[in-house]
């Protein structure tokens, strides 16, 4: 069965540090691997996809995951997080021969970023 | 590019009555609609999948007749909620397939049934 599991549902940083949120998944096949972060009462925004070749993919806003597929992951990491990153991130998969488009979603992981 | 708008943004009804809500895909054509439901502090449930002209695909669990889905063209989609009650109260978003097969997501709409 096709998951994808965030294990932490609160990442506190301060401002300036590097920042990781954790994501692992299981399908059947190669996966599209995707991060969305949704703001209070808005719907999700799309930072970053992996579809194939480099594992290090960058998205928006400074952020960027890295696919490891040994150990079925693909974090989201960020250099120097700001105060403006702290919302609910959410991690989703789909196969790649997955004809139907749907994605998987985790359980989301609210990122707090203190000053 | 991928913007995607929905409306209204929020509302408010009594229980019983029917209410819509519209989703639209601004600078792209989106051929595949997921319409999704988020309680509190919680993901995204997908409700349903439609695809333009063709009738709605729902998930396990999703009554179809509550929750009529409506796909006329490439660019609008419509959820309605059908003699809504107060636990239909949810946060609804619908997301178009957009460019390079990816999910683009509406701002959502926050429906309180009273």
């Known amino acids: 069965a096709q998951s994808v599991a965030q294990p932490e549902d609160q990442v506190n940083v301060a401002e300036g540090n590097p920042l990781t949120v954790k994501c692992t998944y299981s399908v059947s096949g190669n996966p599209y691997l995707f991060w969305y972060v949704q703001y209070p009462n808005r719907g999700l925004q799309f930072l970053l996809k992996y579809i194939t070749g480099d594992n290090l993919v960058k998205g928006s806003y400074g952020f960027e995951a890295e696919f490891n597929k040994s150990q079925t992951s693909f974090h989201l990491k960020k250099p120097s997080a700001l105060v403006s990153d702290s919302a609910l991130y959410f991690c989703a998969v789909r196969g790649q021969m997955d004809s139907s488009y749907k994605l998987i979603f985790g359980s989301g992981t609210r990122l707090l970023v203190r000053p | 590019g991928a913007v995607v708008s929905q409306h209204p943004s929020w509302v408010i009804c009594k229980s019983g009555t029917s209410v819509k809500i519209e989703c639209r895909s601004l600078?792209?054509?989106?051929?595949?609609m997921f319409w999704y439901r988020q309680f509190p502090k919680q993901s995204l449930m997908l409700m349903a999948t439609s695809n333009e002209g063709s009738k709605a695909t729902y998930e396990q669990g999703v009554e179809k007749d509550k929750f009529l889905i409506n796909h006329a063209s490439l660019t609008l989609s419509t959820l309605t909620v059908t003699s809504a009650h107060p636990e239909d109260s949810s946060f609804y978003i619908c997301s178009p397939l957009g460019p390079r097969e990816t999910q683009y997501f509406g701002p959502g709409t926050r429906l309180l049934v009273l």
């Open positions: 600078d792209f054509q989106a051929t595949t």
